[in-house]
């Protein structure tokens, strides 16, 4: 029986999806959990600490082939885990989080992180747009690349981005009102494990200050943020799972081994909107996949 090492960062509904999503590709493929592949599931519950932890048990165990969700664990895995095929989901690209060199048993999807319609979304529904604030965990290279990468796109248009360190999702109200004190017209979380984990707490500031928040992960509007536009992570894990499915049958993926997921969705949550102040274009309205009241 095949064995698979999987590991997440955390528990999360949003994550969860994509991992549905991944195991729904094997299973199409007829690789069944159980009937002839063995998964060893593992969740690092938040801390980073514990991701090579995790993934020496895995490499001690002589697993078949490692997955992992979320960018922390990607990286961790690029770097550690050598002798073992590696498929990645919902994480930025090797690339983008800083990995000079692309290990060859490494495969997966990434999240190219549309930047600039991200940021020209957030610029059309909020009228007089100055001033943005994104707590974020400056600990997770995935939230750090995108808080580098929206800084520069919003600077573009002249808007300032203001930032709170956020170690654990504790501190998220701490970090909301000190952002909410500096004047923000706007709420942003790009990519942010610790801070989706807390998401429902900053979106119920968010309602207090009158302060819409943005994310860049679309299933988090479910979560209480009044827009989510980003990667549909069900297809996300589903075409991750596709490369991992061509390892199980004992072939190489078809080149890159690195690919980008294109397809984005836009989620508006109309109670959040109202909650938070905020009036969606109608334009803005007409591009969503879905609107949840």
Avoid: H
Avoid at 25 to 44: H, M, P
């Amino acid at each position: 029986m095949i064995t698979i090492g999987y590991i997440q960062i955390t528990q999360d509904p949003v994550l969860d999806s994509a991992k549905k999503g991944l195991f729904t590709a094997l299973a199409d493929s007829g690789f069944v959990d159980g009937k002839n592949i063995r998964v060893l599931d593992n969740n690092a519950q938040g801390d980073l600490s514990m991701i090579n932890t995790i993934l020496q048990s895995l490499i001690s165990r002589n697993v078949d082939i490692v997955i992992t969700n979320s960018t922390p664990c990607m990286l961790a895995a690029a770097q550690t885990v050598r002798n073992i095929p590696v498929v990645f989901t919902v994480a930025f690209g090797p690339d983008q989080v800083g990995l000079k060199t692309v290990p060859p048993k490494l495969y997966g999807v990434f999240d190219p992180l549309k930047a600039e319609e991200f940021a020209s979304l957030v610029t059309e529904c909020v009228t007089g747009l100055k001033r943005i604030g994104i707590p974020y965990n400056n600990s997770e290279p995935n939230a750090e690349y995108s808080v580098k990468v929206l800084s520069t796109e919003f600077s573009k248009r002249g808007i300032t981005i203001v930032t709170a360190p956020v170690s654990s999702s504790n501190e998220i109200v701490q970090a909301g009102q000190a952002l909410a004190g500096q004047n923000i017209d706007a709420f942003v979380v790009a990519a942010d494990n610790t801070v989706y984990l807390g998401l429902p707490v900053l979106a119920k500031l968010a309602g207090e200050y009158k302060k819409p928040l943005f994310v860049s992960d679309p299933l988090q509007a479910e979560k209480g943020a009044a827009i989510g536009f980003g990667v549909n992570y069900r297809q996300w894990g589903y075409q991750s799972g596709l490369k991992a499915v061509e390892l199980l049958k004992g072939r190489t993926p078809k080149q890159p081994n690195v690919e980008p997921i294109l397809d984005y969705d836009l989620l508006i949550n109309s109670k959040a909107c109202e909650a938070q102040g905020l009036l969606v274009p109608e334009a803005v309205l007409k591009k969503a996949v879905r609107i949840i009241n």
